[in-house]
Nanobody, 122 residues
Framework: QVQLVESGGGLVQAGGSLRLSCAASGRAFGSYAMGWFRQAPGKEREFVAAINWSGGSTYYPDSVKGRFTISRDNAKNTLYLQMNSLKPEDTAVYYC???????????????WGQGTQVTVSS
C-alpha cells in the first residue's frame, strides 16, 4: 500500500504556471505507475497525465498536451506535474493516484491522495 499527499496548488492568473507535487510513503513508490487527475465542481474526474514506473513513458489527453508535463523522482518518492500556460478551464481539484499500470480510467488506480485545489483566474 502507498500513501499519497499532494501539494503546490493555489491561485494563478491565466497564462501562468504551477508545479504540483505528490509525496509518497509506504510501499515502494518506484514499483507503481502514477497518474494525475482533476475534478471540477459538477463534473466527472478527468485524466490529466500518467507515467510508468521508470518515467520512460508518459501519456496526456489533448486538452493538456504541450502545456503539462508529468515527471517523477523515485529516489525522492515524489511525483510532479508542471503546468504551464494555464487556462481558466484548468480550474479543478487535482489528485495524484498510484496503480499497477498506466491508464486513463480512474478506477484503474487503487490509491489516491486527498487533492489540491488549482484555481486559474481570467
Amino acid at each position: 500500500q502507498v500513501q499519497l499527499v499532494e501539494s503546490g496548488g493555489g491561485l494563478v492568473q491565466a497564462g501562468g504556471s504551477l508545479r504540483l507535487s505528490c509525496a509518497a510513503s509506504g510501499r515502494a513508490f518506484g514499483s507503481y505507475a502514477m497518474g494525475w487527475f482533476r475534478q471540477a465542481p459538477g463534473k466527472e474526474r478527468e485524466f490529466v497525465a500518467a507515467i510508468n514506473w521508470s518515467g520512460g513513458s508518459t501519456y496526456y489527453p489533448d486538452s493538456v498536451k504541450g502545456r503539462f508535463t508529468i515527471s517523477r523522482d523515485n529516489a525522492k518518492n515524489t511525483l510532479y506535474l508542471q503546468m504551464n500556460s494555464l487556462k481558466p478551464e484548468d480550474t479543478a481539484v487535482y489528485y495524484c493516484a498510484a496503480g499497477l499500470s498506466t491508464a486513463q480510467a480512474p478506477n484503474r488506480y487503487p490509491y489516491w491522495g486527498q487533492g489540491t485545489q488549482v484555481t486559474v483566474s481570467s
